[in-house]
């Protein structure tokens, strides 16, 4: 079991940058790939970015690429958002997840995650 914690949202201007925790309990943290997805009112959660367990691999929407970074740190059992260049667009309820599986095909898609955070609200103003 895998309890996951996101922080760090909030309201920015456009063109500013907020950065996403994700706080893990459980010591095989490591032992997961850890995604970030997002819900807009109305929309579908759609994929962020997504990195392996090892951190050495990471996947971007086409959306956030260029713009979003994310990395982890296994030690601290953390996973984490970096979001510069906010455009309102990318105002939403963002999620962290795992994922127990090792291909990276799953990564793109929610139903392939295990656990889920509760979602932290971003909030871009135009």
């Known amino acids: 079991q895998v309890q996951l914690v996101e922080s760090g949202g909030g309201l920015v201007q456009a063109g500013g940058s907020l950065r996403l925790s994700c706080a893990a309990s459980g010591r095989t943290f490591s032992r997961y790939a850890m995604g970030w997805f997002r819900q807009a009112p109305g929309k579908e959660r759609e994929f962020v970015a997504a990195?392996?367990?090892?951190?050495?691999?990471?996947y971007y929407a086409d959306s956030v690429k260029g713009r979003f970074t994310i990395s982890r740190d296994n030690a601290r059992n953390t996973v984490y958002l970096q979001m510069n260049s906010l455009k309102p667009e990318d105002t939403a309820v963002y999620y962290c997840?795992?994922?127990?599986?090792?291909?990276?095909?799953?990564?793109?898609?929610?139903?392939?995650?295990?656990?889920w955070g509760q979602g932290t609200q971003v909030t871009v103003s135009s």
């Open positions: 997840a795992a994922n127990r599986k090792y291909y990276s095909g799953s990564y793109y898609y929610a139903n392939e995650y295990d656990y």
């Open positions: 990195i392996s367990w090892s951190g050495g691999s990471t």
